[in-house]
């Protein structure tokens, strides 16, 4: 549709994952469904990864490769527990770019997807940021915003308006 005709735009339909080149499936009937694309993924859970319909699964390393002559500025990952699997998969090009991140994590409900989020970000030297506003509709959900502890602008910016937690 639109996106299609703004020059820098380039629509993909496909899922991130860790490995690049899989194939991620659903039930085809998700694409008769009336309503906004919210609605759709809200009836898909990780677990269906069966049916008729497929999509491919690409890594961000892929996406942004040098030959790609793409750069990457900002990332928002709200992959529904996944986070943790893909950010290493994005690694060459977070170090390459050193982009800001924003991540989604749930502390209590998923534990052990958020200590693997927080332990890769502070790896590779960034400072995290708490939004505080709850998401995905259980109460320890939160957005994480990842800053590169070398920019101090953004490092600024951020101090004055989230709450550190790394």
Request: aromatic content about 8%.
């Amino acid at each position: 549709g639109r996106a299609r005709r703004l020059p820098r735009i380039e629509p993909l339909r496909a899922g991130l994952g860790a490995a690049n080149g899989t194939v991620g499936r659903y039930p085809l009937e998700l694409d008769d469904k009336h309503g906004s694309i919210g609605l759709q993924i809200n009836a898909w859970t990780p677990e269906h990864q069966t049916g008729d319909a497929e999509y491919p699964i690409v890594t961000v390393d892929a996406l942004f490769a040098e030959a790609t002559r793409r750069s990457l500025l900002l990332a928002h990952l709200d992959l529904e527990g996944r986070e943790h699997e893909v950010l290493p998969a994005a690694n060459a090009t977070i170090m390459r770019d050193r982009p800001i991140l924003t991540v989604e994590t749930y502390p209590i409900k998923i534990p052990e997807q958020h200590v693997r989020v927080m332990q890769y970000l502070r790896s590779i030297d960034y400072r995290v940021y708490t939004v505080e506003e709850i998401v995905g509709g259980y109460h320890d959900g939160r957005n994480r915003v990842a800053v590169p502890r070398g920019n101090q602008h953004l490092l600024w910016i951020c101090n004055h308006y989230f709450h550190g937690v790394g």
